[in-house]
């Protein structure tokens, strides 16, 4: 009997009936309705896929999608997904963090997931901002951030995300904002890496931290303040794309096309598989250089889970397929009477 096919499934069939409790105006919106398309996309179906979070305004996110998911607990996502892939390598498996969850009390486990490149799709939402908990500063707010608990602001120097998953050794390192044209493409392949692929997000808070990222989203400036990334192409930008970036020595520079006799030859070509230039590319912040859109960084790995299930097969081809039985009764043995 032929094999039905059954019909591939819409962006609409990713929602879900239950009703989206983000404050009105929230970038998580765009970044759903991003992710909901994205699964459609590449052909994804409800019953292999799992999105699975932990605390914050992101983390209501498995709610929200008619998929397999689970709201775990404060910045234990990572634990919970690499459990999940243990199990069921086959699932296509997405974790939602923001930049509380994920960088503060969850630093750690987003570390070591990525370093082990665990096959999972991690989004971090950064909006600068406690949002859930009304307002607090967070690791990525900017220094002096004045908030409820920084009235006379914060002292702290902010976590960079993206340099962050490059020490860790992510081996996908992306960065797009919730309403930009690149978030669609740069989530497609992220799901499409094998490997642990980390996005960064840029989100608006507009009730705790409204604009934050005006400078890269904002209909009038945004070209002149982002560099979108394209593999072996020069790094231009600007509204008349007459500017680039070069660079002097071991330092990046800011230059216009056509001054001082520099072409698209003198500038810097993207390379996603050059990690020195990814760091550099994460280092740059507006005002002084532009903040960089799209893929950073990329390469292939083995994955943690076939690193496992070769360690298994090979204890298999050594010592037999085993038994419960014979597990229990193995080594020293008591009898309780």
Partial sequence: MPETKLPQLKAKDFSSDQDVRWCPGCGDYSILNAVQRVCANIGATRENSVFISGIGCSSRFPYYMDTYGFHTIHGRAPGFVTGVKMANPDLTVWMVTGD?????????????????????????????????????????????????SSPMGSLDFPINPLSLALAAEATFVARATDKDRVLVDVLERAAAHKGASFVEIYQNCNIFNDGAFDFATGKDVKDDNVLYLEHGKPMIFGANKDKGLRMVGNRPEVVKLGENGVTEDDLLFHDETNKPMAEMLADLHYPEFPEALGVLYREEKATYEELVKGQVDQAIAKRGPGTLEALFNAGDTYDVV
């Fill in 100 to 148: 509380g969850d994920g960088l503060s009390i969850g630093g750690n486990h987003l570390m070591h997931i990525l370093r082990r490149n665990v096959n999972v799709n991690a989004l971090l939402f950064n909006n600068r901002i406690y949002g859930l908990t009304k307002g607090q500063y967070s690791p990525t707010s900017e220094t002096g951030k004045k908030t409820k």
